[in-house]
């Protein structure tokens, strides 16, 4: 990757930070929590978006450094992003022993729902690889995304 191409991928990521934060100031949400995720999720989706007109961003950090992973950790609509993108080869996720939820809970894979079975092929479907019992009953959990 030019570093012309590195420095607008920095910038664009600055940006996407300051509109995320811009968002949390002005919106008058009765919800911190809703509008802090809201900031969250545009920052992240703006860089993403942002990295996939720079084209082809993650083939090149393999092919020309050798990258072989990178870690995400990220929410659910980013997470969706990438699994409908196929950029996924793994998924590891730690459950924890405590049960959240209501509507506006967060999920592991948030966007678009799937209104029909033809893109049910936008997915992953996961093989299950290993299984560990870490310490106070939290669980991770290690797939393989078969395509």
Avoid: H, W
């Amino acid at each position: 990757m030019s570093r012309r191409k590195e420095i607008a991928l920095v910038a664009a990521g600055i940006l996407a930070s300051i509109l995320g934060i811009f968002v949390v100031k002005v919106a008058k949400a009765k919800n911190a929590q809703l509008t802090l995720n809201m900031g969250t999720y545009l920052s992240s989706v703006l860089l993403v978006i942002a990295a996939f007109l720079l084209g082809g961003l993650l083939e090149k950090l393999k092919t020309e450094y050798g990258c072989e992973r990178i870690t995400i950790q990220s929410g659910g609509t980013l997470n969706g992003i990438f699994l409908r993108e196929k950029l996924f080869d793994y998924l590891d996720i730690v459950v924890a022993p405590v049960l959240i939820g209501g509507k506006d809970t967060a999920t592991l894979i948030d966007g678009d729902s799937l209104r029909s079975q033809s893109q049910l092929s936008q997915l992953g479907v996961l093989k299950l690889q290993e299984c560990v019992v870490l310490e106070n009953s939290y669980l991770r959990l290690r797939y393989e995304v078969v395509r």
